[in-house]
């Protein structure tokens, strides 16, 4: 009698445990604006754009105007320099119409959490003038397991019809690799003059149900104050994916804030604010803290005792 009273109590000791999520992962996406050599070799910058990246598991960063990929290798020795995790990157061509605008997609992504397994260009040059460039991704520390990335830095005239075209975007790359939890991700040009409430009925990722757009309407991806528009944007399909989701965790980031910058120093790095999202993790742990860890070793040793 006295040893199950005991073993209730210990029960319930163990009940008040904090749950804690052991290892989550957080996906940003970043318009970097004009990511290129000059840009990577300001260092005052490039220790903000550290701060950024590595908060992040995986990063996607758009318009990188890197050619030789000098300026990503650059920026890859300054996130690999001091730190507790390995970053490695993987990038799009040069894409684009016009020979002096052509833009990389670039996934930062470190490489003890999450893995690589495999990626797709896109052709479709009727759809897009920066046709995504798809990534598959693997990590045993999401509870998710395998998800599909799939970037647009949208041409803004376009912004609409490039939009609607992720729809094709999916259908292709889900069946490709037998796998629907994608995301859409960057700066679709999602707001304001380009993207109109009126513009929906003509896009299928909003008119579906499948698909939730996790950064709002009411957000301001934008830097200046004379504009207010969720330009970036991050997109889940399914009911998995959204299940594998951090409730409330997908955002976007002020780092003058977060980093005490200057507005002349947010502005040079780029017009835009990231956007990110954080994916539960595939672990619970148990987390005590001691003196929980003392009261529960007490009572088993008390019922331990009571009980002979
Ligand atoms: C990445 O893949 C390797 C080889 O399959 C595996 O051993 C490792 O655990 C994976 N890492 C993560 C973070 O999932
Ligand atoms: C990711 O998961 C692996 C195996 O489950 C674990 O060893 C590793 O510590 C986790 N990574 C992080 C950053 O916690
Ligand atoms: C596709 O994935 C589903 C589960 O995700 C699995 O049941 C099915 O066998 C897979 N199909 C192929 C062709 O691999």
Same mark, same amino acid.
């Given at each position: ?141 999401? =509870? ?6 799939? $970037? !647009?830095? #949208?041409?803004? @005239?376009?912004? %609409?019809?490039?939009?609607?075209? *992720? ?114 993790? =595939? ?6 803290? $001691? !003196?929980? #860890?003392?009261? @529960?070793?007490? %009572?088993?040793?008390?019922?331990? *005792?009571?009980?002979?």
């Amino acid at each position: 009698m006295r040893w199950r009273s005991s073993g209730l109590s210990l029960f319930l000791l163990l009940s008040i445990f904090v749950l804690k999520s052991a290892t989550e992962l957080r996906i940003c996406a970043y318009n970097v604006q004009k990511f290129d050599s000059a840009k990577a070799s300001n260092e005052r910058l490039m220790h903000y754009l550290k701060l950024v990246l590595t908060r992040c598991d995986i990063s996607l960063l758009q318009h990188v105007v890197d050619p030789d990929g000098r300026a990503i290798e650059k920026l890859l020795s300054v996130l690999n320099r001091y730190e507790e995790y390995d970053y490695e990157a993987v990038a799009s061509e040069s894409l684009g119409n016009s020979p002096d605008d052509k833009q990389k997609y670039v996934f930062i992504y470190r490489m003890q959490t999450v893995n690589v397994t495999g990626q797709y260009q896109y052709r479709s040059q009727q759809s897009f003038v920066r046709e995504p460039f798809v990534v598959r991704f693997q990590s045993k520390n999401a =509870s998710i397991g395998e998800f599909i990335l799939v $970037p !647009l830095h #949208s041409e803004p @005239s376009k912004a %609409v019809q490039e939009i609607n075209k *992720l729809y094709d975007v999916f259908v292709e790359v889900s069946k490709k690799w037998n796998n629907t939890n994608v995301m859409f991700l960057g700066d679709f040009h999602a707001s304001c003059a380009y993207v109109k409430r009126s513009d929906r009925k003509n896009i299928r990722l909003f008119m579906k149900s499948e698909f939730s757009w996790l950064i709002r309407n009411r957000e301001d991806t934008t830097v200046t104050d004379a504009t207010s528009c969720a330009y970036d944007r991050i997109v889940v399909h399914g009911e998995p994916f959204l299940r594998a989701i951090k409730p409330f965790s997908a955002k976007v980031f002020d780092l003058g804030a977060e980093f005490k910058m200057s507005r002349s120093e947010v502005v040079q790095l780029s017009d835009h604010y990231p956007v990110e999202v954080v994916l539960k993790s =595939s672990a619970l742990f148990l987390q005590a803290t $001691p !003196l929980l #860890s003392l009261i @529960s070793a007490s %009572v088993i040793l008390w019922s331990f *005792l009571s009980a002979l």
